[in-house]
């Protein structure tokens, strides 16, 4: 499916259910997938690392 980005006006090809099965999908610890993802990673993102 292509939606397009109501804000850049760019065309994404948005892939559908079962699209990554048989593919190893690599999820940080703690990410809740019941909330949006971009914003928890961006929130992380913020925070400062420690070395």
Known sequence: MTVRNSRTGQFVTVR????LKGQA???KPGLDLTMPIAAQVLKDSDK???K
Request: charged share 10%; glycine share 20%; hydrophobic share 40%.
């Open 16 to 19: 559908g259910a079962g699209a």
């Open 25 to 27: 999908l690599s999820l």
């Open 48 to 50: 400062p690392k420690s």
